[in-house]
């Protein structure tokens, strides 16, 4: 070393650290976390409460081994959300690692301890590359709306069939009255339904119907009132954040609010549409052997983004010219209808990634 080299040099100058790798098995109430330096060593493991005042321990714990940036974290968008939002309030990049697979927990066993190195290792060697959603913004509103109006949905679904399995077996005088009816009339006609007279057997069972009936028609009109307005406020999340999704013929609300969810609050994690598309499940896999070489269809990634994208599809192919234009040729070049529903949803998922991240220009179709 020469003089003027040792001369940029103090001894009071704070010693490079290096560069650690953060890996955590998530739970409920515990979070393992474990610390693997660059070449694979483990440096130590560690237990933290699933806590706000946990989630700065464990940070401060693994800081202590060398200089944090990324994080290997499982389940980041259940019981690893609250760390993955810290952690990325901390700047540290934080990668989702799905568990081991039953080989390698068959060869080394299952542990936490061991779940959270195998985590690190995960980003260490790059299998990881998918960076967690910062859940921190309104697309996590939305996400959480959506949860709440799926359930409504499902529940509304359940009373209606309840209700109609009840009329089958009511006596033949009051469902013949109510047969008739179209649902609307139908669950208001039920939620009227009043008390009967008389104290026999029979009209037990009457009045056993009668109540039963209102119940679920009261249940299904309240769950239609809830459905109705976690509609109004996904709308306006997706007017007020991403107006330029309902400009594009067949993306509606809904399906422009599960695209978003699927993208997060920090679309700039995905870096290209390319990754967008594998991530709805409608990029091509190859899937060829010998002479025969063809493509799949990806029956991968968020299957609710595959099915928003399947919506805008064949609301397109009723609607829109352009997308029927290209059905026609593709029909007359001696694809399958499978193949042109593949490759037009690949398009619309390129075309989605564009208006939420723009970027180069979208191929004609």
């Known amino acids: 070393m020469t003089a003027r080299q040792r001369s940029t040099f103090s001894s009071t100058d704070p010693p490079i650290r290096r560069e650690v790798v953060l890996g955590v098995d998530t739970h409920g109430e515990v979070h393992v976390a474990a610390v693997i330096s660059p070449l694979g060593k483990i440096l130590g493991t560690e237990s933290f409460p699933a806590t706000a005042v946990g989630y700065r321990q464990l940070l401060v714990w693994a800081r202590k081994r060398g200089t944090v940036r990324r994080a290997g974290v499982e389940g980041t968008g259940t019981f690893g959300a609250g760390l993955s939002r810290y952690l990325l309030a901390q700047r540290v990049q934080v990668f989702e690692v799905n568990r081991p697979d039953r080989t390698a927990r068959r060869l080394l066993g299952k542990s936490d301890p061991l779940d959270a190195q195998a985590a690190a290792r995960a980003v260490l060697s790059g299998r990881a590359r998918a960076r967690a959603k910062s859940g921190d913004g309104p697309v996590h509103s939305a996400r959480i709306y959506k949860l709440a109006k799926d359930s409504a949905v499902k529940a509304r679904t359940q009373a209606i069939n309840q209700l109609k399995a009840v009329l089958v077996i009511a006596d033949p005088t009051l469902r013949e009255r109510l047969s008739s009816l179209g649902n609307a009339e139908l669950f208001r006609t039920c939620a009227t339904l009043g008390a009967t007279a008389g104290g026999g057997d029979e009209d037990a069972v009457a009045q056993a119907t009668h109540m039963t009936l209102r119940m679920l028609a009261e249940r299904i009109e309240q769950l239609t009132g809830q459905i109705n307005e976690l509609n109004q406020r ?8 991403a107006p330029q999704l309902l400009v594009p013929v067949g993306i509606g609300p809904d399906s422009a609010v599960t695209l978003l969810i699927t993208m997060g609050d920090n679309p700039e994690r995905l870096n290209t549409e390319a990754s967008f598309a594998a991530l709805c499940g409608v990029s091509p896999i190859e899937y060829s052997s010998g002479r025969r070489r063809t493509r799949r269809l990806n029956y991968g990634g968020d299957r609710q983004a595959n099915a928003a994208l399947h919506r805008i599809v064949f609301t397109r192919l009723r609607h829109d010219p352009r997308t029927q234009a290209y ?11 499978r193949e042109i529903i593949r490759c037009l949803k690949r398009y619309t998922a390129r075309e989605v990634f564009n208006l939420v991240r723009p970027a180069s220009h979208t191929p004609a179709l």
């Open 234 to 241: 996904l709308t306006r999340l997706v007017e007020r954040h």
């Open 327 to 337: 059905y026609e040729r593709r029909t007359q070049e001696g694809k399958t209808r």
